[in-house]
């Protein structure tokens, strides 16, 4: 495997990469020079400066894992990522403290005039009159965003002896009131509040132009406003009219929406206080190896067949959800897979339920493993990051619900399948925490261990059907490894199934031998992965 690391990529990276893969370290490429080699690759990671197109992404053909060194993933094509079935990951802890620390000392330099007042005394000036400045003692500090880095910075204001508002739907009036914050629900309410205002969240539909002319006019005259986390999260026009109104005192930004290329950004020509640094947020020696060093690990755990802890396209498969309910991922893959086989038709709903010590569970990564088994059943190229959108895609609908059903199995997940033409059901279960088995099929309670190689014979119950199959199945050289006989619940029921383990495949010609057999109804051969 090759592994591609861009855009200056502490070396250290390569180290924990190499123990997985060949990794080449090449200088950053524009588009076109990316697409001529990123075919070769199984993973590519980068920082800001590589822009991870569609182009990029489909010329990626060996593609398994893109990592970025650092918190957004804004310059990567998520949806062609996924739709490719890549996995993206970054590293949301990394830089948190680099990121807090720069956003405090933006919004000190700017309460204190530090940038002009600098440069006024390296021209020899003694320009004390021209800087007087704030204090932030007393003043009262608005957060939007209270993750990791806002939090951090809600710390230091409040040591500085700054009041904290926060406004996050994210999180929780009593985690905020228990930091010793003021939390506000309504950002329209919030905005009246702060003397400064800084913000910590991701780049998306809903925070492009959060901070516009319309919520400049509802804020207090003379407010700062800070901005480490993403270009384009504050209108740099309305910003800068803003300022040169009056009406905002002052700001202090790092980010920008044209980056690097921010010569015709209207801030650089504002004429009041304002601070402008070049995306130093991150900028630390020790934030710059923490990143590399997360997503290198993280590269390397994907391509030796781990999972990623930090991938931002399949946050159902996040260490803490999958931990609780890992047993259970391959039953129920298994599961999905013996469902759809059975069945005949397109496929429209897929009712999921779990009971027993799933019932309590957040079970989302065991549906995403149930689509991965249906889809790739039928489709190529399924894994896990797709999965949810090819199901999404084909208009298939997913109801997944709890139940509180007493169960003598440790956990049991139940898989109903409905096509254009039928409906099937499934169960899968652990019997105890390490022994994964098949117990339910349609009407039939089973205990069928999943294997490769399984063959379904639903058949009259009478004499000699068992040595029939059997005998078919012999003089065709296949062997067999285990066999189940089960009847439906009632005792008086005249139809059963066989479930038989082969050692190999079961071919057309096979089945359409045993369905020769009279009191044998409809065959059928799955092939699970185990």
């Known amino acids: 495997m090759k592994v591609l690391v861009t855009d200056k990529i502490n070396e250290a990276a390569g180290r924990i990469i190499e123990k997985a893969a060949q990794v080449d370290f090449l200088p950053t490429m524009s588009e076109d020079e990316l697409v001529k080699v990123i075919g070769e690759y199984d993973a590519l990671m980068v920082r800001s400066q590589t822009k991870v197109t569609p182009k990029i992404i489909k010329a990626g ?38 990121a807090a620390e720069h956003t405090v000392a933006l919004m000190l330099a700017m309460a204190r005039n530090i940038a002009p007042a600098a440069t006024s005394t390296k021209e020899g000036k003694w320009d004390r009159s021209k800087f007087t400045g704030t204090e932030l003692y007393k003043k009262t500090l608005g957060i939007i965003g209270f993750g990791k880095i806002g939090s951090h910075v809600g710390e230091v204001a409040l040591a500085l002896g700054m009041k904290v508002v926060v406004y996050d739907p994210f999180t929780s009036k009593s985690i905020v009131e228990k930091f010793g914050g003021e939390y506000v629900e309504d950002l329209d309410e919030f905005w009246g509040k702060p003397d400064f205002i800084t913000v910590h969240v991701p780049k998306n539909k809903d925070t492009i132009n959060m901070i516009n002319k319309t919520t400049i006019a509802k804020m207090k005259d003379g407010v700062r406003l ?35 290329n921010i010569s015709e950004c209207p801030l650089i020509n504002c004429k009041g206080n304002i601070v402008l640094t070049p995306h130093l947020g991150a900028s630390t ?18 391509l030796s ?43 429209q709903t897929i009712e999921i339920s779990a009971d027993g010590d799933l019932a309590d ?29 090819i199901a999404k895609k084909r208009g298939i609908s997913i109801i997944s619900t709890h139940s509180k059903a007493n169960t003598n199995l440790a956990g049991r997940i139940t898989v109903r399948l409905t ?45 000699s059907m068992i040595a029939k199959v059997a005998q078919v199945i012999g003089e065709k050289g296949i062997n ?51």
């Open 285 to 302: 020696q020790e934030a710059q190896m923490n990143v590399a060093i997360d997503v290198a690990e993280q590269i390397k755990e994907v």
């Open 419 to 463: 096509t254009d033409k039928e409906t099937t059901v499934v169960a899968g279960a652990l019997i105890t925490k390490d022994v994964p088995r098949i117990v339910k099929i349609n009407y039939y309670q089973t205990s069928i261990r999943p294997e490769k190689h399984v063959l379904i014979v639903p058949h009259t119950n009478k004499p």
């Open 305 to 347: 067949g781990g999972s990623a802890s930090s991938a931002v396209n399949i946050p159902s498969l996040r260490p803490d959800k999958l931990e609780p309910v890992k047993d259970y991922m391959q039953i129920a893959e298994n599961t999905g897979e013996l469902a759809v086989q059975l069945s005949n038709g397109a496929v």
């Open 61 to 98: 053909k060996n593609l398994k894992i893109i990592g970025r060194a650092g918190v957004g993933v804004d310059n990567i094509d998520l949806d062609s990522a996924t739709q490719q079935g890549i996995i993206v990951v970054n590293s949301p802890d990394g830089n948190t403290m680099a």
């Open 226 to 260: 800070v901005n480490c986390a993403r270009g384009g999260i504050i209108n740099e026009s309305d910003l800068k009219d803003a300022i040169d109104s009056g009406k905002v005192a002052s700001a202090a930004i790092d980010v920008y929406e044209n980056e690097p």
């Open 480 to 530: 067999i490894g285990s066999m189940n006989v089960v009847q439906k619940n009632d005792r008086h029921e005249t139809e059963s199934i066989m479930v038989i383990n082969t050692d190999s495949a079961v071919g057309s010609e096979v089945l359409n031998e045993i369905a020769k057999i009279d009191g044998v109804h409809n065959p059928k051969y799955v092939n699970l992965t185990v």
């Open 361 to 389: 569970l957040d079970i989302q990564p065991l549906e995403v493993a149930i689509l991965k088994g249906i889809l790739s059943s039928k489709l190529e190229g399924v894994n896990y990051v797709n999965a949810p959108l």
